[in-house]
């Protein structure tokens, strides 16, 4: 096992009614206004957009609202955040929405504390200090309620990057599963993609991994896969839900990769491009490129597919293992092939070489050139 530090200091809330507290919870922080941050229409329709400016007002802290959010967040919008962060004086930022909403949320509290463009952020810039975030979701799938990492597309430029500081975990993240009745099917699919990715990633690329490690993330994995299931059929299930949101906050705070040497992501790197350039769903994305990139860099970790398809599924070589991931994958209703997307075999090339991008941000362009990245999705 390597060693390691591992420091999460946000305060996770899990449970029904939950976000009825938020309120009490920025008063006994001494916040009386908060920048509310939100998706475009579905905490309207559900009804927690009045119950959250209800509550907020019972405690006397003043709201100013920031909806519109996209489900791949563009710096235009994060941009006007700030903007409305600094002018209107804020004390705090409220996501209330899905990994989306909490990603932007988090450029904004940092951005918000800065005398630059919050595009520098992205780009190299290290805070030195973030507004307080807290968050209430209505989706789970990206972790970013317990981690500190954020994703913002420039429309500008088509690039889609990240970044993280120690100043933007949430400092209270609340989940309420019973929020994600209303979610649709196929959502659901992706954000299950999602999170078994984040922790796939970890398990194939690290160079060594303690069996604890291995058992952890297999289990996450089956988690989700078996959650996902019981929610398809019954989605009113709060056990499962309640089961699936935990297993994908798991999958990136942080605990999967302890004790991990050298590892990587290098199908959010491509994947970052489709949905820059084409509006992919995340999670739809990641489930055209993992099938694709497990068939091309399995050779280098045998022993760790052949577990995986031992592990996850029952079976016996590799190759069936990564044929039952992508079938599970269509199951339940998520693309595997980029023609799906409306991504054709002409697109490739101008999608590898805006990944290419990512690749050398990331110190990963060693391993991954433009050639390689090409290779891999063809065979998507």
Known sequence: MEAFNYYNPTRLIYG????QEIGQILKGDGIDKV?????????KKSGLYDEILKVLDTQGVEVIEHGGVKSNPVLSHTRLGVDLAKAEQVQAILAVGGGSVVDESKAIAAGACMDEDVWNLFTGTKPNQALP????LTLSATGSEMNSGGVVTNEET?????FSSPYTYPKVSIVNPALTYSLPMDYLAYSAVDAIT????VYFTAEAMPLMKRRFIENIVLTIIETTERIMEQPTDYDSRAEFALATTWALNGLAAIGVKKYGFPNHMIEHSLSALYDVPHGAGLAIVLPAWMKWYSNNRPEVFLRFAEQIFGLNTADEGIDALEAWFRKIGAPTQLKE????QYDIQEV??????????????????QDVIEQVLRLA
């Open 35 to 43: 920048l509310m941050v939100y998706g475009r229409s579905s905490i």
């Open 158 to 162: 088509q690039e889609k990057f990240s």
């Open 352 to 369: 590898a070489s805006n990944a290419l991008l990512t690749s050398r941000k990331w110190g990963m362009s060693d391993q991954y050139s």
């Open 16 to 19: 029904v009614d939950k976000q």
């Open 341 to 344: 997307m409306s991504v054709e």
């Open 133 to 136: 975030l807290y968050a209430v």
């Open 198 to 201: 984040h922790v796939l990633e």
